[in-house]
């Protein structure tokens, strides 16, 4: 089931050949595969037509962008709107809470829904895994608004948690105003909201896996433990690496609608993220130039952590986009 | 069928139950909690704090609000225009796409790969995108909506992934019988990776249901407005914000409250419902069963 | 995935709609500057031909403007909404429109602006919502410098200029460019919409007077809270910002402070960082320890301070006439017959005192303001057409409607009809008005003060106002000044910084996850990130607005 592992394989394959020089391995390969390269077509104007021609509105991140003078005709100013970010008095603490709040949402975020699609996988009766299924998947299409609102209420001094909490000797304080509560507060919501909506594709994942090796485990008398362990998890290996990779590539992007509906003041020390931070600042003024440029920062970290994570597990899985 | 499990296996099963049936009413409880607000008296709702555990009195007054709008017909309308070519469009590109992806030997396809995946952190931002898409003549159309997002890299890379995943024996053989990559596309790998395409159907139906940010900017015209937009112009509309100087409008504002988590079931309960369908293709040995058959 | 890497800003000002939605946003009104007392500067213009309306064109203007908040989900554009068919016929130039949702105006004006397709006219906040300012719009070419159109073409506007030079020098920029047709507050009554607001009945029934000072209010709230079980005697909307309407200086006012810059003497100072804001924060730390301020301050919004009032919890805050007394009178009564909301003054150290400060808008309310564009090839129409608004028959039709539609005189008295006030379509006379009048939000004309007499439906809302004008705000408030377009970002990003610091600063103190003495420690902070350069440049632009 896992063969993925193609692609490095291809290009390795691709290299021995070099000996035939670029301009004929070219034509070999266009002859090859010409149909392939039609069907590839649409897909490379959209990205051409969508993606490449606008990219140069990237440069307003090295300019001081003015509507009228449009994009190319904008004053070049260098790195200034970098320096303006990195020099920021706050840039380290929002840099700080930035990594961590990501770190935790991976760390404990990340595997929530593997598990919850492996635990489905174990349930026999069909009824109720596709109900369990269906429902787990709801909170994803309810509006952060309502969330978060939920979210404050239960957290409240008066709130369902607290009245919990109190039995077990907390202080009853309002949570969200307590600096050291936002990350797992943060976290733990969002697994709620996001844990059914992203075990779909390892449910989809699930089903190419031979039912027959199911059937030989049994055979042998292995557990469910280890038929876990030994077929299911591997079974899906190759979508939770593809999941990795792609998550690595989001990790600093952390919405700022959740952390502004959720912060406050007090909380600012450990919840204050770059998003929040800029979208406090573009309030004030109208920066398109220096959010881009604090955009483009996030984008080449979270390049370069998508790149590690695709070398990672190329080597640990054998499966990575290229 | 079912054989002997050891004690450990028996209780372990227990387990799960009992923790996906904790995970179903938590998750289950945001849904309640809007559809019972939605149907609750509005002052009765604006003093309530905590839990709901039903509807607050009973009233319909939010729904007739919602759908008094004149734009929510046309709404469901452009939305479901925008979905069934939209998601139609997606498909087909992204499958395109992810087939030739996940060729191998194909000398360009790493270079193919990267140039994607940058375009998941580079972009040129609104007012470059806006100016293609005038240039190209979309603006005010519906269709600006579906062309300038008809590949989602992010689905595009999970679609390749899976098409990786079918062996390459069945492909060899169908290559012998002289079959063509149009042919191996739809006769092979289409069908063996119906879970998946099924789970690409309800991402780009979700997305194309729920987005709004680009509608607004590049659709003028209030008759072309998706259903999305014309909910958060009722949301605004009622919102205390707009009626912050309003002193005669108490009522309002307090439907204004109920009509909100109103606007979100509209909203949400139909693309609820695509779900079931999708699910269909989440059977276990669909893969096996094909190759057999 | 992609919708991530818009431009974080842009997502910034797309949420101007999900506060809206979550209604949690915040509700207060910029702060304010009355006029100044100097010299007026002359108005610019002579006189001119008069003009007759219907104006006799056969040219069309383009008009861009956003639709008011009112109208959403009653009309889809502009071209249906009665008023602006009125307008055209009483100007008798036709209009073409761009109608831009609601709250969606800065980010179409941006698109708009970078494609470079100008209408004729566009309505919107120049002063406040163009970066850089309105001297930077003329500069680079997008709107007109109107100062010699307006003095040939637009005799009513100067006309009242002339006749209120403290207007004229607001709606001037520091170089003396008139660049839009503004929309102007004509009385006192119209700029002052907020203020404390406390249970009247409450206060009976304990035998307490209305609280005048910090002393009366804290004995009121302490019976609030152990007489009627009000479990947060007084609470604030805390979003966006914590204790947002403090920027006014309520409270904070007593000890001679704002939440923001202020005049004392002549003296720009800046609230935070006075000693008086350490004396106002020991006080409402105070409070809190003592369970008198809500426990929940840092996440209180408007829907939570609905419930507050709800559930008799809560028996004062700071809110606004319409929005405050208006929206939460029905709800106490729904649970207490006997309940009633005031307007308190506001509160002071000793007992006579007036407070220094309150809230109170400019008479140059910046929205709402329309700019001829600079690639308009009918500027001098446009002008006229605009001046309509200052003229007496344009005065009624913004601020009243037609006649025997939406208002009849009754003993010379404007008086809103039932269309308005009563619908038959069962509209909230707010959506009804939005249809033929422009009084109940803005546009280019001068506001009446029989609107807002009209509109507050209540006795208390409008003794409230009575009560919240008296204040010696005149004398503190800042006028509406503006930094160079160059000094504008320095300015803004050292307040960007200030701000969360004071906001930091403001609520750690007052819950008492710090010491009071960290005040010291923050006052510091705020001199690091340069809090003397901004002072610096507010004091420049303060000079250059006085010799305006």
Redesign the interface.
Known sequence: MAKTASPAAASAGVRTRRQGGFGLRFVRDFALNKYLYLMMLPVVLYYAVFHYAPMYGALIAFKDYTPIKGIIGSDWVGLANFKDFFSSYYFWRILKNTVLISFYTLLFGFPAPIVLALLLNEVRSRYFKSFAQTVSYIPHFISLVVICGMIVSFTNNDGVINNLLTHFGYDGQAMLQKPGLFRPIYVLSEIWQKIGWESIIYIAALTGIDQEQYEAARMDGASRLKQMWYITLPGIMPTIAIMFILRMGNLLNIGFEKIILLYNSVTYETADVIASFVYRKGLLEFGWSYSSAVGLFNSVVNLLLLIAANRLTRKLSSSSLW | MRREFGLFDTLLGWFIHALLLVLVIVTLYPLFYVAFASFSDAGRLVAHRGFLYAPLGFSLEAYAGVFKNPGILTGYRNTLFILVFGVAVNLIVTALGAYVLSRKNVLWNNFFMIVIVLTMFFSGGLIPLYLIVKGVGLIDSLWSTIIPFAVNTFNLIIMRTAFQAVPDSLEESAKIDGANHWTILMRIIVPLSMPVIAVMILYYAVEKWNGWFYAAIFIKDHKLYPLQLILREILISNSTESMATDASNADRFQIGETIKYATIMVATVPILCVYPFVQKYFVKGVMVGALKG | ???????????????S?????????G?SEQPSAGGSKDAPAAAAGTTSAAVTYPLKTDKTLTYWAELT??????K??LEEVPFFQEWQKQTGVPLKF??I????GK??L??M????DLPDLIEFDWAKG???GPEKAIK???ILKLNDLLAKNAPNLMKYLKEHPEVDKMVKTDNGSYYVFPFIRGDDYLKV?QGPIIRKDWLDELGLPVPETIDDWYTALKAFKEKKGA?AAISFV?????LNDFTNGAFAGAFGVTKDFYLDNGTIKFGPMEPGYKDFLATFRKWYAEGLLD?????V????M??NF??NATGATVG????G???W???VQ??DPKAVLIGAPYPVLKKGDIAPFGQKDFAYSTAGAVAISAKSKNAELAVKMLDYGYTEAGHMLFNFGKEGVSYKMDNGYPRYTDLL?KNPDKL???QAMGLYIRGNYNGPFVQDKRYIEQ????QT?RDAVATWQKTDVDKHQLPPITPTPEE??EF??I???V??LV??M???II?G?ESLDSFDAYVNKMK??KIARALEIEKAALDRYNKR
């Open positions: 995935m992609r919708k991530k890497l818009i431009p974080v800003l842009a997502a910034a000002l797309a949420l709609g999900l506060t809206a939605a979550c209604s949690s946003g509700k908040g009112n109208l959403t989900g009653v889809g554009s761009t109608t949702p609601a709250t969606k980010e179409q941006t698109v602006l970078a494609t470079g163009f970066p850089g680079d070419g997008y919409f479990t805390g979003q966006p910002r914590p426990k929940n301050i840092a996440t919004d408007t829907k939570a609905d419930a709800a559930n606004n006439a319409g929005g007394i208006g929206r009178q029905p709800i729904g649970k006030m909230a006379p707010s509109y507050l439906a209540l809302q504008s970002t803004a990003k307040m960007n910084d701000n969360t906001d930091e403001t609520l750690k819950l996850a690091s990130l």
